[in-house]
């Protein structure tokens, strides 16, 4: 017997509530501005009173307000002040270890948030010998993120040379609940502006309330075999989830004004600067959502939506991203794979980016809320079905219906009742997965169907030209954007039906000029 769609929301509701990983509490954290910047203390303030932090932990530098800095500006503008203040609080207690290093053994603080205002990157020196570390291909490396390097505040005198072992990668446990007290993690809010900052703090308290739901778009495809492994696995994750996971497999990003609604992930590689659907003004993430683009120099600055990708990123409505300030090499950057699993977890942003991320002392920033925990809610305890009810009942289902098959059917039967477009496109997108190509080219027309918003079902179409790409039948996939031309030629994302056509017909090259 199928289940009725509410019944299934009244069994889910009273199911078991999984507990969340212990939080980092709001006295734990520290947060830290420019005071030489007219709006920061503003929004220190501001971020203080959201958060439930105490004010006397603000803590305002005066230092000089550029994107890049000198190591000698880091050291006495930044490092020795903030250790100073630090230490006259008491908020920890500094010992020599085994190796005579001077390091906190004790620590009332285990996060730092920057702000918008202070330094973002550290330029590279020249270093001596013995500053380098050892076992290390990058170790005359000293260039460095302002926030990886603010990670190890209270270690004396460690090599600057090359990245240092992050001792919190890979773990699966809270950060407050591990003995690291020589380790911070650090957060920085940060944008092309200050009104993007607070937007940040207000849609992450948003989302938190209300929980995060929309699709995940993902984009391969770039010059490396280990990154794209990381999408892969994100597509599993994010289906398995029960979150509509749309992913583009070409060499292509996502072409320009690709219909991306409702867009709560992004996870992409591999170009220098926004493109794609981040072109279309109209474009905005759900509030809340997480967009991350890999590239070496993605976060090289902050303010210019046009230039890199972390800016455009939180400018189109993005809640929070990870970057790189300089080039980090593949293998010493963030790995999406661990940053998705541990934030569905119900870990905080600050302590799934850092779990994800397997040095410090180098090149790697995270922007947003360090707090948000965009995955506290968990599908056993909605109880407002007003909105996103479709992604909603996705989850749940994942939930209640743990084989396949079975969930198959409920949701195609739920797909009809409710007659939700985005549930008959997630069943597209599973098949597609498990190769079953009949089954998603049917699910992706009946979706077309269902669908009220032409972004939507342009999508569609586009998702039967990728079936058709994969295949390699080039001419019935240009024979379905032909007629999409013409049946979407009114709205914005029309653009992408172009950018797919050029692709796959590209136009013939213009005639030599003859010599004279």
């Known amino acids: 017997?199928?289940?009725?769609?509410?019944?299934?929301?009244?069994?889910?509701?009273?199911?078991?509530?999984?507990?969340?990983?212990?939080?980092?509490?709001?006295?734990?954290?520290?947060?830290?501005?420019?005071?030489?910047?007219?709006?920061?203390?503003?929004?220190?303030?501001?971020?203080?009173?959201?958060?439930?932090?105490?004010?006397?932990?603000?803590?305002?530098?005066?230092?000089?307000?550029?994107?890049?800095?000198?190591?000698?500006?880091?050291?006495?503008?930044?490092?020795?002040?903030?250790?100073?203040?630090?230490?006259s609080a008491g908020w920890w207690e500094l010992e020599k270890?085994?190796?005579?290093?001077?390091?906190?053994?004790?620590?009332?603080?285990?996060?730092?948030?920057?702000?918008?205002?202070?330094?973002?990157?550290?330029?590279?020196?020249?270093?001596?010998?013995?500053?380098?570390?050892?076992?290390t291909p990058h170790a005359d490396k000293n260039e460095a993120a302002v926030d990886s390097e603010l990670s190890l505040l209270g270690v004396i005198?460690?090599?600057?040379?090359?990245?240092?072992?992050?001792?919190?990668?890979?773990?699966?446990?809270?950060?407050?609940?591990?003995?690291?007290?020589?380790?911070?993690?650090?957060?920085?809010?940060?944008?092309?502006?200050?009104?993007?900052?607070?937007?940040?703090?207000?849609d992450s308290l948003e989302a938190e309330k209300k929980g995060l739901w929309g699709r995940?778009?993902?984009?391969?495809?770039?010059?490396?075999?280990?990154?794209?492994?990381?999408?892969?696995?994100?597509?599993?994750?994010?289906?398995?989830?029960?979150?509509?996971?749309?992913?583009?497999?070409?060499?292509?990003?996502?072409?320009?004004?690709?219909?991306?609604?409702?867009?709560?992930?992004?996870f992409g590689w591999y170009t220098l600067h926004c493109n794609g659907p981040f072109l279309n003004r109209e474009m905005k993430f759900k509030p809340g959502a997480i967009a991350v683009h890999l590239h070496s120099f993605s976060a090289a600055q902050l303010t210019n939506p046009a230039q890199n990708w972390c800016a455009g990123l939180i400018d189109r409505g993005a809640c929070a991203t990870i970057g790189n300030t300089w080039e980090p090499y593949l293998e010493i950057s963030h790995n999406f794979e661990i940053f998705f699993d541990r934030l569905l977890k119900g870990y905080s942003l600050v302590e799934a980016s850092s779990m994800a991320m397997n040095a410090i002392s180098w090149q790697n920033i995270v922007i947003g809320d360090p707090l948000y925990r965009p995955f506290t809610i968990r599908a056993s305890q909605v109880?407002?079905?007003?909105?996103?009810l479709a992604f909603k009942a996705l989850r749940l289902a994942q939930s209640k219906w743990p084989?396949?098959?079975?969930?198959?059917?409920?949701?195609?039967?739920?797909?009809?009742?409710?007659?939700?477009?985005?549930?008959?496109?997630?069943?597209?997108?599973?098949?597609?997965?498990?190769?079953?190509?009949d089954l998603a080219t049917s699910s992706f027309r009946k979706a077309e169907q269902l669908f009220k918003n032409p972004a939507d079902k342009l999508r569609q179409h586009l998702n039967l030209v990728e079936i058709k790409r994969r295949n390699k039948d080039h001419t019935d996939a240009l024979a379905l954007l032909r007629s999409a031309e013409k049946s979407f030629k009114k709205i914005p994302e029309a653009t992408a039906i172009k950018g797919l056509i050029t692709i796959l017909d590209p136009p013939a090259p213009p005639p030599a000029r003859s010599k004279k």
């Open 1 to 87: 017997m199928i289940i009725s769609f509410f019944g299934l929301l009244f069994l889910i509701m009273t199911a078991v509530i999984e507990a969340n990983p212990t939080p980092i509490a709001p006295e734990q954290v520290l947060v830290v501005y420019n005071q030489s910047v007219k709006e920061a203390k503003e929004l220190a303030e501001f971020y203080a009173v959201s958060r439930q932090i105490p004010p006397s932990n603000l803590i305002a530098l005066s230092c000089i307000d550029k994107n890049t800095i000198d190591r000698k500006a880091y050291n006495e503008e930044i490092r020795d002040p903030l250790r100073k203040t630090i230490l």
């Open 97 to 135: 270890n085994d190796q005579g290093i001077l390091a906190p053994t004790k620590s009332s603080i285990r996060c730092l948030v920057t702000l918008k205002g202070l330094p973002l990157r550290i330029k590279r020196e020249a270093i001596e010998d013995e500053q380098k570390t050892t076992n």
């Open 157 to 202: 005198d460690y090599p600057l040379g090359g990245p240092l072992p992050n001792p919190y990668f890979n773990k699966e446990a809270a950060f407050v609940d591990l003995k690291n007290d020589y380790q911070l993690l650090v957060s920085r809010i940060d944008g092309p502006s200050f009104d993007h900052c607070r937007r940040i703090i207000l």
């Open 216 to 266: 995940t778009y993902i984009d391969e495809g770039g010059p490396y075999k280990l990154a794209d492994q990381w999408m892969e696995a994100l597509t599993e994750a994010s289906l398995n989830a029960g979150i509509p996971t749309i992913t583009d497999r070409t060499k292509d990003t996502f072409v320009t004004n690709y219909p991306m609604t409702d867009a709560a992930f992004y």
């Open 383 to 388: 109880t407002d079905f007003k909105q996103d």
């Open 403 to 437: 084989d396949p098959l079975m969930r198959s059917q409920e949701l195609a039967q739920a797909s009809l009742r409710m007659k939700e477009g985005s549930i008959e496109e997630f069943l597209g997108y599973q098949a597609l997965q498990e190769d079953n190509i």
